[in-house]
């Protein structure tokens, strides 16, 4: 049983070490800890399994033109296929929800080109379009996709 509760400067211990591998470097690429860009970020919700935290979703606000969904995770929220299925429906209605609920109209992100086809199937799924280009972060040249809906 998953249950998604809205961050709010909650602890999140140590969820930044258990992180699945491509999210730990996506996190590095930024500069800051995880907790510091939580408590950066416009809407940001905390995924509980069992009681346990392990994921993080959300979207951060950075002017009107420009708004960026992020989803990161421990490996442990996809062990169970009925965790999957309540993840998969819920990250539906929560893109779905931006824009009315939000009015986050223009939604741009990156990711690793290198992570796993599931992420960006995921990311497909969702109604995202993947774009692959080379993106410079922190005076380091990344090989990143970014998706845009």
């Keep these: 049983m998953i249950e998604v509760v809205k961050y709010t400067g909650q602890p999140i211990g140590d969820l930044e070490e258990r992180l699945r591998f491509y999210d730990q470097v996506e996190?590095?690429?930024?500069?800051?800890t995880l907790e510091q860009?939580?408590?950066?970020?416009?809407?940001?919700f905390l995924i509980y399994v069992e009681g346990n935290l392990e994921g993080v979703y959300g979207c951060a606000y950075y002017s009107d033109s420009?708004?960026?969904?992020?989803?990161?995770?421990?490996?442990?929220?996809?062990?169970?296929?009925?965790?999957?299925?309540?993840?998969?429906?819920?990250?539906?209605?929560?893109?779905?929800?931006?824009?009315?609920?939000?009015?986050?109209?223009?939604?741009?992100?990156v990711t690793c080109i290198?992570?796993?086809?599931?992420?960006?199937?995921?990311?497909?799924?969702?109604?995202?379009?993947?774009?692959?280009?080379?993106?410079?972060?922190?005076?380091?040249?990344y090989k990143f996709s970014y998706f845009s809906k």
């Excluded at 996190?27 to 800051?32: G, H, I, L, M, P």
């Excluded at 996809?78 to 539906?92: T, V």
């Design 114 to 141: 290198d992570r796993d086809k599931k992420s960006l199937d995921w990311l497909r799924w969702l109604g995202f379009r993947i774009h692959n280009e080379i993106f410079t972060l922190n005076n380091c040249y």
């Design 37 to 44: 860009s939580l408590h950066h970020d416009g809407l940001c």
């Design 27 to 32: 996190v590095k690429a930024t500069e800051t």
């Design 66 to 109: 420009l708004q960026s969904p992020y989803f990161l995770s421990s490996d442990k929220l996809f062990e169970k296929k009925e965790n999957r299925i309540e993840f998969l429906r819920k990250s539906k209605e929560f893109v779905n929800s931006l824009a009315p609920e939000y009015g986050y109209n223009n939604l741009l992100n």
